[in-house]
């Protein structure tokens, strides 16, 4: 609570875009665990919830590298304890681990400077090992391809746009077909 509290002594009372973006995140990841857990799978409230992460990847690669939220590490534990105890599948790991691994992986290739001309091949490499790391962590090696993207805007690449596009297109095409939506949602989801 004194994080807020700190944040608007340094940045203001009016929201930033930042700030947008998170309001809109947890807006549509509410919306989605509404239709899930709440009305059975309501496909509508889970097709616009699918907004959710792609924000929330994209912010992880656009915070400052270096930036490491303990808080996050507990509730991600936390997670995995009541997936435990409620005799509920581990893996995928929850998108809590998804979203460190992918914040840790950014930070390794900021260190090792693979952000320049090796970055193309960074991200055919993680379109490579997607279909193996969706069976270990949600979202799989797609979530990190998201926070490159968000990484790459902060640092006016000129690739962020051509990456982000092939991104969103790629995660557009792998919830349509992964959660089975009629077409309608698909258009709700490309939105």
């Known amino acids: 609570m004194y994080k807020c509290l700190e944040n608007y002594k340094k940045y203001g009372l009016n929201p930033s875009t930042h700030d947008i973006l998170k309001y809109i995140a947890l807006a549509t990841m509410l919306l989605d665990h509404v239709g899930l857990y709440l009305l059975d799978n309501d496909l509508l409230l889970r097709a616009v919830g699918r907004w959710s992460f792609p924000i929330w990847a994209f912010l992880i690669g656009y915070a400052k590298p270096g930036k490491f939220d303990k808080d996050m590490v ?3 534990i936390m997670m995995i304890i ?3 105890i409620l005799k509920q599948p581990i ?9 460190l691994a992918a914040r840790f992986y950014i ?3 900021d260190r ?3 952000m320049g001309e090796q970055i193309f091949w960074v991200f055919v490499t993680l379109l490579v090992w997607y279909p193996l790391s969706a069976y270990f962590f949600e979202y799989g090696t797609l979530g990190f391809m998201l926070a490159l993207c968000g990484y790459l ?8 746009n051509i990456a982000f596009v092939a991104t969103t297109i790629l995660y557009i095409s792998l919830q349509y077909t992964a959660d089975d939506f009629v077409w309608y949602h698909g258009v709700i989801i490309s939105s």
């Not at 893996?91 to 979203?99: A, E, R, T, W």
């Not at 805007?153 to 962020?160: E, V």
């Open 112 to 114: 090792k400077k693979y």
């Open 82 to 84: 009541a997936d435990m």
């Open 91 to 99: 893996f995928p790991v929850n998108i809590l681990i998804s979203l």
């Open 153 to 160: 805007h902060k640092k006016n690449s000129s690739l962020a």
């Open 107 to 109: 930070n390794y290739l």
């Open 74 to 76: 507990v509730l991600a």
